[in-house]
Structure formats: structure tokens, C-alpha cells
């Protein structure tokens, strides 16, 4: 008889099975981990204390800063067992090393095929991944071996070049893309300038990585909304990052990413590291199952979101994060109006006549956040600077300043000669 699969258990199986793991990882970090054992006799921690999850308000927390200061000391294995070296991207400051181990490595790969199950994937499936493979970019080959244990085929186009994509769509008619949001909107408006029927390819899916595609209630956001009016394709939203080595994916309903319970415990926390309700903001810190090389203990992400517990059509007895609703560094505060970098992304989004945009944040002469907008437009006209300026002094209340740049000199901003994905927001505050 096969076994349920976890996400499908009961509540009190799936809290019973993490409350194990959880156990196993404590005594593990005790035993291997030099950051941790050091954090647990400076903060006098009976480990033997921690057996619910309602016990982990007893441990402290871990930060990025601790990870980016003592990055060798949350190594918890011999560096001869180390198989791959990864880095997260630093959006939120300097990039870190994980380091994975083989074990780490099937784990992430079986995280991966999790995610691709859960977006309605299957054997049968061709993906055509659209990003990039190299660059110490974790999700690359996380994707690539997820799709190789569900047994569906691959095709490593890598990042940008519309013409090549839709090449490749037209030889090998994948079912499956996986790639930006915003590159989706280059791949549509390129077929539109090609005279190529979008709606008669093979793409029925869309697996969305590094950028929103819904709003905090889990409806489409303008950018959402922009891909599935001009493509009949079902979109599956993901969240994830280098440090968790997991990913919270969409089933069909929508409704948010489903926790891998398995692999991750997740706590949603206050400015006072308390936990939060359903339905309301906080900081994601995680606590990675299973893993061997790096493995974390209430490490807070810097991410904003909230998490949704109702039961879900699909049947998952999991919790289900929401979009990111921000990033606890990148808050601005300007002019008095508080604004994430999210919150401009659709608003810009909106704006028919903006191609591409880039926003900075810097620091002005008095200490406080100025915002500059790096815009491209269709139309370059004196009349068409003004309606977006006064769009989007209508829709924030305040005036960032604004750069109008030609399609080049957007490319040059958000690409260099190290990232992995276009880069939409650059802070610079001191």
C-alpha cells in the first residue's frame, strides 16, 4: 500500500513528524555545528528543554549578519564531503557561501521535485528553464534535478534572448517554462513584434520565480494579470532562497506556498521575535530539516510575509505562505510614506507606457531616503514624461525623481557582469 505523501497527513502527524526532525537537528548542531554550540552555552540553552514547536520561542534567533560574519562557523561537516559550493545573490548585502554536501544535494533535488509535483508537473512534462545554471545560483540546479527525479525533460535555454526561446518552444515544444515574471513580458511583446501565436504553442504552464506575480490576498497583481491576458497559460508561483534550500510553491488553488513540512519549519515573527497570527505581516525565519552541510535554527530571511493555515481544495494539510510582501532592509522611508520596493514594482507595472524601470534608493544630504526611478519607455515624448509623472505622483503621494533611459542603458543598469537575474531594485543608502 503506498504510503500518504507528508504535505497530505494529518495536522497532528505532520507537527509530530517535525517536532522529531526537529529534535535531531538540535542534538546535531550541538555536536557539529561551531556557531551553534558557541550560540547555545552564551545563551545557557537546555537542548534537552526543546521537544514541540512551541518550544522554539526558547532559542534565539540567528540573523544574516551572522551568517555573512561567522559564514565557516555554521559548517557542521569536514570540507572533503563538501560537493558543491553555492552563494545567495546579496540583495540584502554581501552573497554568503552554502556549502552542500551529496546528501544535501538529493535533498534538493527531492525539495525540488516536491515543488514541481505541487504546480501540477509530471513525467510527461518538457521544461524549458529559463535562467541560469551557473553562478553559484542554487535554484538552477535545484530545478535541474527536481525535474530529473520526476522523470520530465529539460531544456537549458538559460537567461534572456527572446528569439532563442521561442526557437526553442517552437522545436521542442516544452509544456513548462520556469522563469521571471517581467522576462514572461518580454517573451509576449516579442512574439507580438514576430507575428508568433502565442496561444497555439505548447506552453501550458508557468513555474514564476524571483518576482510577484500576485498580491497579498493571493489575487493576480498587474504584472500577473499582464502575462495571463495576452497567454492562455496557468501561472504557479514560488518563493524561496539560497539559506532555506527550499521552496514554497502554488498548487492550482492559488492561494499561497505550500510548506514543505518534511524539510522546513517555518515561524512568521513580530519585531519582538514573537510569533504572529494567521493573516498577519512578519519576518519568515526558517529552520531547515535534514540538512547536512549548513543547516540553520531560527534564522530570520528579511522577508515580509503573512501565512494562510485554512484548508486548501488541494487537499495539503500545510501551512501556505504568501507573496513576499517586502524586505525588512529594503523598507524605504520617503517623504513621510513608508514604501517597499514591491509596492513600486506594481505600480510601475501598471503604467502601460513604461517598458522597464530600475529603482534606487540613496541617501541625501540631510540622512534621509531619496528615491530615483530608471525608466524606459515606448513613447519618449514630453506629453508621455508627464503622464507618468503625474501617475505616479497621484498614485504614491509624493514625487520620486525620475531618469528616462533608453532600452540600452536600462540593460546596462540591471545587468552585471556577476548577476543572475535583472536586478529592479539598487540601494545605495549609506
Known amino acids: 500500500m503506498k504510503e500518504t505523501p507528508v504535505p497530505y497527513k494529518p495536522k497532528d502527524e505532520i507537527k509530530k513528524l517535525q517536532e522529531k526532525k526537529l529534535q535531531q537537528l538540535i542534538q546535531y548542531l550541538n555536536t557539529h555545528s561551531p556557531f551553534y554550540k558557541k550560540l547555545f552555552v552564551q545563551h545557557s540553552i537546555d537542548i534537552s528543554a526543546v521537544k514541540t514547536l512551541a518550544d522554539l520561542i526558547k532559542?534565539?534567533?540567528?540573523?544574516?549578519?551572522?551568517?555573512?560574519?561567522?559564514?565557516?562557523?555554521?559548517?557542521?561537516?569536514?570540507?572533503?564531503?563538501?560537493?558543491?559550493?553555492?552563494?545567495?545573490?546579496?540583495?540584502?548585502?554581501?552573497?554568503?557561501?552554502?556549502?552542500?554536501?551529496?546528501?544535501?544535494?538529493?535533498?534538493?533535488a527531492y525539495n525540488e521535485y516536491n515543488a514541481f509535483i505541487t504546480a501540477d508537473g509530471t513525467a510527461k512534462d518538457i521544461y524549458q528553464l529559463m535562467l541560469t545554471l551557473d553562478r553559484q545560483f542554487m535554484a538552477g540546479i535545484a530545478y535541474y534535478s527536481g525535474i530529473r527525479k520526476m522523470g520530465g525533460k529539460i531544456i537549458r535555454v538559460g537567461p534572456g534572448v527572446p528569439a532563442l526561446q521561442w526557437e526553442c518552444i517552437a522545436r521542442y515544444e516544452p509544456t513548462i517554462i520556469v522563469a521571471v515574471p517581467s522576462f514572461i513580458l518580454k517573451l509576449i511583446q516579442h512574439a507580438g513584434q514576430h507575428h508568433i501565436d502565442i496561444n497555439s504553442t505548447s506552453v501550458k504552464k508557468a513555474v514564476c520565480i524571483g518576482e510577484n506575480i500576485r498580491n497579498a490576498g493571493c489575487s493576480l497583481n498587474i504584472l500577473g494579470k499582464k502575462i495571463t491576458e495576452a497567454w492562455n497559460i496557468q501561472l504557479y508561483s514560488t518563493y524561496a532562497s539560497t539559506e532555506m534550500q527550499?521552496?514554497?510553491?502554488?498548487?492550482?488553488?492559488?492561494?499561497?506556498?505550500?510548506?514543505?513540512?518534511e524539510l522546513i519549519i517555518v515561524e512568521l515573527l513580530d519585531e519582538n521575535n514573537k510569533p504572529v497570527p494567521a493573516h498577519t505581516e512578519g519576518e519568515v525565519t526558517i529552520t531547515t530539516l535534514g540538512v547536512e552541510g549548513?543547516?540553520?535554527?531560527?534564522?530570520?530571511?528579511?522577508?515580509?510575509?503573512?501565512?494562510?493555515?485554512?484548508?486548501?481544495?488541494?487537499?495539503?494539510?500545510?501551512?501556505?505562505?504568501?507573496?513576499?510582501?517586502?524586505?525588512?532592509?529594503?523598507?524605504?522611508?520617503f517623504k513621510g510614506t513608508t514604501l517597499y520596493p514591491a509596492a513600486l514594482f506594481d505600480l510601475l507595472n501598471e503604467i502601460e507606457e513604461v517598458h522597464d524601470y530600475v529603482v534606487e534608493v540613496s541617501t541625501n544630504e540631510v540622512g534621509l531616503d531619496e528615491v530615483l526611478l530608471y525608466i524606459h519607455t515606448a513613447d519618449e515624448s514630453a506629453e508621455s514624461y508627464?503622464?507618468?509623472?503625474?501617475?505616479?505622483?497621484?498614485?504614491?503621494?509624493?514625487?520620486?525623481?525620475?531618469?528616462?533611459?533608453?532600452?540600452?542603458?536600462?540593460?546596462?543598469?540591471?545587468?552585471?557582469?556577476?548577476?543572475?537575474?535583472?536586478?529592479?531594485?539598487?540601494?545605495?543608502?549609506?
Open 59 to 108: 532559542l534565539p534567533i540567528t540573523t544574516k549578519d551572522d551568517l555573512q560574519t561567522n559564514n565557516a562557523d555554521f559548517l557542521c561537516v569536514d570540507k572533503h564531503r563538501i560537493i558543491e559550493y553555492t552563494a545567495t545573490s546579496g540583495t540584502l548585502g554581501s552573497p554568503v557561501s552554502i556549502a552542500l554536501t551529496e546528501n544535501d544535494l538529493q535533498r534538493l
Open 294 to 333: 549548513m543547516p540553520l535554527l531560527r534564522y530570520k530571511t528579511g522577508d515580509v510575509c503573512m501565512y494562510f493555515d485554512e484548508p486548501c481544495s488541494c487537499g495539503r494539510n500545510t501551512l501556505r505562505l504568501s507573496p513576499l510582501l517586502g524586505r525588512k532592509k529594503q523598507m524605504i522611508k
Open 246 to 261: 527550499t521552496a514554497f510553491t502554488e498548487c492550482s488553488a492559488g492561494k499561497g506556498g505550500h510548506l514543505q513540512p
Open 386 to 430: 508627464h503622464r507618468i509623472r503625474s501617475y505616479i505622483q497621484a498614485k504614491l503621494r509624493v514625487s520620486p525623481f525620475i531618469h528616462y533611459v533608453s532600452e540600452e542603458a536600462i540593460k546596462e543598469i540591471q545587468f552585471h557582469e556577476a548577476s543572475r537575474k535583472p536586478i529592479k531594485f539598487i540601494d545605495k543608502r549609506k
